[in-house]
């Protein structure tokens, strides 16, 4: 017995000490180098290439922490770009499933379990017989600053709208956006607002804001914000009196934005990344406004959002304008598809549904909205205008026809 006791304890200390090691060695552990890795070839492609085997082959191995541990990494194509640019496109395979090398190694899902997706854009520079790496940029902020990108810029492209008869509200006039919090008898400038909240990643300025991107009372007043210091909270809690920002993440651009206030905090929904034409999302949220987290969710959901709300007792909503939306009734745990409510009258003379992209969710004395859409193809009009479902419920899941709806902005002027 005693024998069984003096193993049993000499097992526990050997598992105490080897988990004392390997805390140790994780916590000198550095990331492999990507700004800075120089090469001794002049031949972009060569040189790139040895970058990526140096960078994954270090991130193998026992002694990378499972943060950044991969299993294996394959190159699928590198492209020559223009003034000392290149693309890699591959796929990595990390040694586990774990939410937080997703973010630190900036991988986007394939759709495959353990297969993941970076595309890197490196630019080279010339040290003497050696190439040196400059930056490591994603696609899209290489697009940002490629001349078409600043010819677009130069066009004049942005649409000036009324103000909505909504009593708290927005409006942009002279470059600027104000808020105001009773029916437009007075105004708050919303300060940089104009280039922070309008402007959007490829130039143009969209003073045409969608409903579930801004929050406005007199209580709590918030806007996303775009810099080249990442995303951040542009708030107000004294009616626009006075102005905060509070920084979310130091990644993200200006796609579809969505904000929400609930009982429990705030969520924060924009765009991270791009590849192929679809822009992914990420979700964060904060109790105070000062401290926030990133939410996991689901692979399904986080692409080509159209729409997205948070509610009250972590209900949440997703929808990226294919067939259904995503709810979630656990802040986030888990979530199921739901399908669109119809309107049985216009479906049974159209014989189809039109109503298949939700727009906005909103609540209002108790009772929680959806407004849905018909997309870019939807061909059902009233007196030339596309015409909107609007839907209810008590519950936040069970939703019942109210009206169809005419939901059209008015041009300025």
Not at 118 to 124: E, I, K, P
Not at 247 to 267: C, E, H, M, R, V
Not at 378 to 388: A, S
Request: aromatic residues 16%.
């Amino acid at each position: 017995m005693k024998r069984f006791l003096f193993g049993a304890a000499g097992l526990l200390i050997a598992i105490f000490l080897f988990a004392k090691s390997e805390e140790l060695i994780f916590s000198r552990y550095e990331p492999p180098a990507i700004v800075g890795y120089s090469v001794d070839s002049n031949d972009l492609t060569k040189a790139s290439r040895t970058w990526f085997s140096y960078y994954t082959e270090a991130l193998k191995g026992v002694t990378v922490p499972y943060d950044y541990r991969i299993q294996d990494a394959r190159l699928d194509s590198v492209e020559t770009l223009e003034d000392g640019y290149i693309q890699l496109n591959y796929t990595v395979y990390p040694a586990s499933r774990n939410e937080t090398i997703i973010q630190n190694l900036e991988l986007i899902s394939t759709g495959q379990r353990y297969a993941f997706q970076r595309q890197a854009v490196l630019r080279w520079e010339s040290d003497g017989d050696q190439m040196v790496i400059r930056e490591c940029l994603r696609p899209v902020q290489y697009q940002i600053q490629s001349p078409e990108f600043k010819e677009e810029q130069t066009a004049p492209q942005t649409q000036h709208y009324a103000m909505s008869d909504e009593p708290m509200t927005y409006y942009i006039s002279g470059e600027t956006l104000y808020v105001t919090y009773d029916a437009g008898a007075s105004f708050a400038e919303v300060p940089d607002g104009y280039e922070t909240v309008c402007r959007d990643a490829n130039g143009r300025y969209q003073e045409l804001l969608s409903r579930n991107s801004y929050v406005i009372t007199e209580t709590f007043t918030g806007f996303l914000s775009y810099s080249g210091d990442g995303v951040s909270l542009l708030y107000s809690i004294d009616a626009g009196n006075t102005w905060q920002e509070s920084p979310i993440s130091p990644s993200g651009f200006k796609a579809n934005s969505f904000l929400s206030q609930t009982d429990s905090g705030y969520y924060a929904t924009f765009a991270v990344d791009r590849s192929l034409g679809h822009d992914y999302y990420a979700t964060y949220y904060s109790s105070d406004c000062r401290t926030w987290t990133q939410l996991s969710l689901p692979d399904t959901i986080t692409s080509g959002l159209s729409a997205s709300f948070w509610a009250e007792n972590g209900f949440g909503y997703y929808a990226d304008g294919s067939d259904g939306y995503y709810l979630t009734k656990d802040g986030g745990t888990s979530f199921q598809r739901m399908e669109y409510p119809q309107d049985a009258d216009v479906t049974k003379t159209l014989g189809y549904n039109p109503f298949d992209t939700p727009e906005e969710w909103y609540q209002e004395d108790g009772i929680l909205y959806m407004v849905v859409g018909q997309g870019d193809d939807g061909d059902y009009t009233r007196d030339g205008r596309q015409i909107k479902a609007l839907y209810e419920s008590l519950d936040g899941e069970a939703f019942t026809f109210v009206r169809e709806m005419e939901d059209t902005a008015e041009l300025a002027g």
